[in-house]
């Protein structure tokens, strides 16, 4: 799906990932679920890509709900797979989430939710065995140069990309647009976060940039511009 110029998102609202092109190359952000690595070839010649093209992997963070692919494409197209220094060891599978952090739950959205990740290939995540760690404040040398801005809370090293040349910041889980186990949209505090009250003041990290593409890890992607998104979060925590 085409949300502007070289800025693609591959699967569905559910669970998002984004492609950023640069120069003909791409920078993939977050890998969803395993079952998205037959929808890539497609959504890269949407693009007027290829996987030839593909320079890196980007996680938001550590969640096995965002690593998905990210295993089979290091291994099989030696593509490097980039996370925060202290979600290393979760996208490794070393360490599990805590089941925490879950909230009011609504039947349906809830059974949709998982029902989908399933037929994606979410119960069975192949373990990611490789990463390349970052920082907070780091600029990535890989297509799009995104900023990372740390925003612990729903995991120790969840972050936002800013990517000033496409306009964007990918936010992963420091909001949702559509709560997986609610099915309530706009933009809004995560389900499933380890620590709200520290993913909410992480956030004012963010109140000086400026984009105009605000992209979920879950949910539909925002035009409205930052600023306004992180209003109606602070106004739905």
């Known amino acids: 799906m085409k949300l502007g110029p070289s800025l693609h998102r591959l699967g569905s609202s559910l669970v998002n990932v984004y492609l950023v092109e640069e120069a003909g190359l791409v920078t993939i952000v977050d890998a969803g679920l395993p079952g998205y690595w037959a929808d890539l070839p497609g959504e890269l010649a949407a693009m007027g890509r290829t996987l030839d093209d593909v320079r890196a992997v980007v996680l938001t963070h550590g969640d096995t709900d965002h690593v998905g692919f990210a295993e089979r494409i290091r291994r099989e197209r030696g593509i ?38 399933a037929r994606k290939g979410g119960l069975r995540i192949p373990r990611l065995t490789e990463v390349v760690t970052f920082g907070d404040g780091a600029t990535l040398d890989v297509p799009g140069a995104p900023r990372v801005v740390h925003l612990p809370g729903h995991t120790p090293g969840s972050v936002a990309l800013h990517v000033p040349a496409r306009d964007a910041v990918f936010m992963g889980d420091a909001m949702t647009t559509r709560s997986v186990l609610t099915g309530e949209v706009g933009p809004r505090p995560a389900p499933f ?3 709200p009250a520290q993913a909410l003041a992480s ?22 511009g930052l600023a306004e998104a992180l209003r109606q979060i602070r106004a739905n925590a």
């Open 203 to 224: 956030l004012a990290k963010l109140d000086n940039l400026e984009a105009t593409w605000v992209l979920p890890g879950h949910g539909e992607p925002s035009n409205g």
């Open 80 to 117: 490097p797979v980039y996370v925060h220094e202290l979600d290393a060891a979760r996208a490794r599978a070393e360490v599990k989430k805590p089941m925490s952090g879950w909230g009011p739950v609504k039947i349906g959205p809830l059974m949709g939710f998982l029902m989908y990740t």
């Open 193 to 195: 976060t380890l620590e």
